[in-house]
Nanobody, 122 residues
Framework: QVQLVESGGGLVQAGGSLRLSCVAS??????MGWFRQAPGKEREFVST????????RYADSVKGRFTISRDNTKNTVYLQMNSLKPEDTALYYC?????????????????WGQGTQVTVSS
């Protein structure tokens, strides 16, 4: 069992930046991903990073603005979010998957955090 705890969310103006962090309770050989869910919408893929950190993937809506990274010595994955838009407002979840290359498929993730709220004002 792995517990994931996200942090770093908050309220920011459009054009601003936030960095989300997700700490795992123990070291595990997992790819990591970020998903988000806006009010009244389904949860959607944001980004994923492979176990080695060498491979990353992004949703088209965040490509060029968000950067995913990880520090396996700290059991932590990050999501740097720049040029934020009101449509980025959502509850952001991190998740861990045994698909070591990383995946955008939600059901391939085994462990999920509770989420951290990001609100972008216009």
């Amino acid at each position: 069992q792995v517990q994931l705890v996200e942090s770093g969310g908050g309220l920011v103006q459009a054009g601003g930046s936030l960095r989300l962090s997700c700490v795992a309770s123990r070291r595990s050989r997992s790819a990591m991903g970020w998903f988000r869910q806006a009010p009244g919408k389904e949860r959607e893929f944001v980004s994923t990073i492979s176990w080695t950190g060498l491979n990353t993937r992004y949703a088209d809506s965040v490509k060029g603005r968000f950067t995913i990274s990880r520090d396996n010595t700290k059991n932590t994955v990050y999501l740097q979010m720049n040029s934020l838009k009101p449509e980025d407002t959502a509850l952001y979840y991190c998740a861990a998957s045994t698909v070591l290359a990383g995946t955008f498929i939600e059901y391939e993730y085994d462990y999920w955090g509770q989420g951290t709220q990001v609100t972008v004002s216009s």
